[in-house]
Each structure stands twice: as C-alpha cells, then as structure tokens.
C-alpha cells in the first residue's frame, strides 16, 4: 500500500492556475501524468503553459521569457458577434487614420479598400458560413497595468508599434502558421512613428538594441517585437517555441493529434503547448510573447475574440 501511494504522488498532476479556475480536469500538465492517463485509457489533453503570474510589472523591462496572467487591459465593448464587431469597431472613428482591417477568409488574404469594403466583404464571408478572421486597429484599448506606457490610459505612444493596437475576431480554426511578431523598424518611412525612447522605463527596446542595430547595418526593413495578446472569447490552442527552436516544416498544419512525441518535442525545445481561454466574461486571460519567439495560434471555438498591442 506504501508503495503505491508513492507511485501515485509521483503522478500527482501540478494543474496550473487557469485549469483549476476554470475547473478543467481532463488536462494533463507533465509528460508523466499524460502518459499515464494515456496508457488508462483517459481521453486527455496536454497543458504545458508558461509560467503564469499575478503582477507581472516587476519583470519590466527586460522580461525575455513568455508568462500568462489575470492582469489584463481592456476593450469598450467585448462583441459577440461578427454584426456587434462591425458595429462597434469597423466604422469611421475606430482609429486615428481609419485604418481598414486585414481580413483572411479561407487562407486567403483580402485587401479591404475601406471600412465599408471590409463590412460587406465579413457580411459575405459569414452568409457563406466560410472561415474568416479581421484584425481591426482600435485606439480605445486599455493595455494591462504592467505594459509600459509613457503615460496613463495612452493607447498609443512612443516604443509602441503604429497600428499594432489590435482587436481581432475570428470563426472556428483560424490561423496564420507559426511565426514570429515583426514590425517596420522605428523610424521606417512606412511607420508613421518616431523612434523609440532609450529611457527603458518606457520601453522594452532602446535604439541601441543589437536587434536594432543588425536590422540597420543589414539594411532591413523589420524588427522582431514584444507583443501581449489577451483573450476576451472563446479559445484558441497555442504552440510556442524558443528563439531558434522551430522544428515544424513551412507551411505545416496547426497539428490536430497532440500526442507524447510531440509534446516531448516542444518540451525538448524548451516550448509550451496550451489552451488560452478567459475564466469568464468579465476575467480574461493575457499572454505575453517577448521579441523572437515563434508561436501559433489556432482558433479553438465557433467566435473568438483578442486583443492586444506590440512594442520595439
């Protein structure tokens, strides 16, 4: 009896913080305990997430690893719907420059010419019951209380990414393929922006990053990015890996089967598998990816909502 309780300690499952506020239990957080479930026979998934913490400012600046939290900004208006989203943040007035949304329906990349264009072209794409996404720039985002802001309720400052301030909708399992978060470099004649401040109390990349610099002497036009994502709808599953550390093919398939090898994979690679959910509508749920990391999100519900912004 001893020894199976031993055994059975050994395999204790360590849920993290968002399963058990959601109250989650068919999850399995190590390659132990989802191998054992496997072999019982459990119908299970995998949850490998980062860390999560509760006040992430102190990490600021210089945080260089992924974390998830409760400290999330806000939206006006969460929508519940592709007619709420129009209504609310695909109209004149949205954003400075009435910035029309990048929009893909089905794979394919449409150019909507403006604001009008991109309503009837999701109007039509959701009468067709096709798969779509829209990223709409919204300058009424509230960030979350730990990204660093040159001044309070400032949505859109100096080190931010111009048009980055995004809320993007989407149906079903939607996706963009791993990658990592780029921008025109500050200071690029398609960014409206002036450089960042070097005061790193304001920024998480000065001028005089190495980054930086090799993009100039390189005579790139990009930079790699910090971004925070926070999930206000329904969920989405998330692959994320080291700088460096892509193992998948171009052009590969979100993977649908996440079995042990995989998981052992991206663990391997010093990576993290895991589903990204709000506890409820009111209590969403934010992640932070720092510059260089790859990562792939895939719409894991009917309606799904985030939003977020991204830094040099």
């Not at 969460?78 to 794979?107: F, S, T």
């Amino acid at each position: 009896e001893e020894e199976e309780e031993v055994v059975d300690n050994e395999l204790a499952d360590d849920v993290c913080e968002i399963c058990s506020r959601l109250g989650i239990t068919d999850t399995r957080h190590s390659l132990q305990t989802l191998k054992a479930a496997i072999e019982r026979g459990e119908e299970v998934r995998p949850c490998l997430p980062p860390p999560f913490h509760r006040s992430p400012k102190s990490l600021f600046p210089g945080c260089s690893t992924p974390f998830v939290t409760l400290e999330s900004g806000a939206i006006p208006d969460v929508p519940d719907d592709l007619d709420e989203c129009i209504d609310l943040y695909c109209n004149a007035g949205a954003n400075d420059g009435n910035k029309p949304p990048n929009i893909d329906i089905n794979g394919e990349n449409c150019k909507a010419k403006s604001m009008s264009n991109a309503r009837r072209t999701l109007m039509q794409a959701q009468a067709s019951n096709d798969l779509y996404w829209a990223a709409l720039v919204v300058d009424a985002i509230e960030h979350p209380v730990w990204w660093p802001r040159p001044k309070e309720k400032c949505c859109v400052g100096p080190g931010d990414v111009p048009c980055f301030n995004q809320v993007i909708i989407g149906t079903g399992p939607t996706d963009i393929g791993i990658h990592i978060d780029n921008a025109p470099r500050p200071g690029h004649n398609c960014c409206s922006h002036r450089p960042a401040p070097e005061d790193p109390k304001l920024d998480f990349v000065d001028i005089n990053d190495p980054e930086y610099n090799h993009c100039l002497s390189a005579g790139e036009d990009s930079v790699h990015v910090h971004t925070y994502i926070t999930m206000a709808r329904g969920k989405k599953f998330v692959i994320m890996l080291p700088p460096g550390k892509n193992f998948f093919e171009p052009k590969s398939p979100f993977p649908r089967e996440v079995g042990l090898e995989l998981m052992q994979q991206i663990q391997e690679a010093g990576g993290y598998y895991f589903a990204l959910e709000p506890i409820d509508d009111e209590q969403h749920v934010t992640l932070f990816t720092p510059k260089d990391w790859h990562h792939w999100l895939l719409g894991a519900s009917d309606w799904h909502v985030i939003f977020g912004a991204s830094r040099f």
